[in-house]
Nanobody, 123 residues
């Protein structure tokens, strides 16, 4: 189907920045929504930011003004620029992509997740 590979997580001090990347590969016909979710220990996974193929974006209230999602459609890649990081941003960040892939000439829907990348913000 479609595989997602994330990179860019790590340890940063509060107030610092990180940039996450997620590249999609496989028999992709179209990539519609791409986004980032996060899950902190003991909490449910939550949407951080999402982007449609048309350029619309959506952010969680907690990250508005600090995080920016962007896409390179030619590379099937989505980025998350995270600035002014806070300890409460500490979580495993997951990339998600939805769209259509090609299997033997048939276009089928997919909803794929990356393996997750750890972001730790120290106070």
């Amino acid at each position: 189907q479609v595989q997602l590979v994330e990179s860019g997580g790590g340890l940063v001090q509060a107030g610092g920045s990180l940039r996450l990347s997620c590249a999609a590969s496989g028999s992709i016909f179209s990539l519609n929504a791409m986004g980032w979710y996060r899950q902190a220990p003991g909490k449910q996974r939550e949407l951080v930011a999402a982007s449609t193929s048309g350029g619309a974006t959506n952010y969680a209230d907690s990250v508005k003004g600090r995080f920016t999602i962007s896409r390179d459609n030619a590379k099937n890649t989505v980025y998350l620029q995270m600035n002014s990081l806070k300890p409460e941003d500490t979580a495993v960040y997951y990339c998600n992509a939805r769209g259509l892939f090609n299997r033997a000439g048939v276009h089928l829907q997919f909803d794929s997740w990356g393996q997750g990348t750890q972001v730790t913000v120290s106070s």
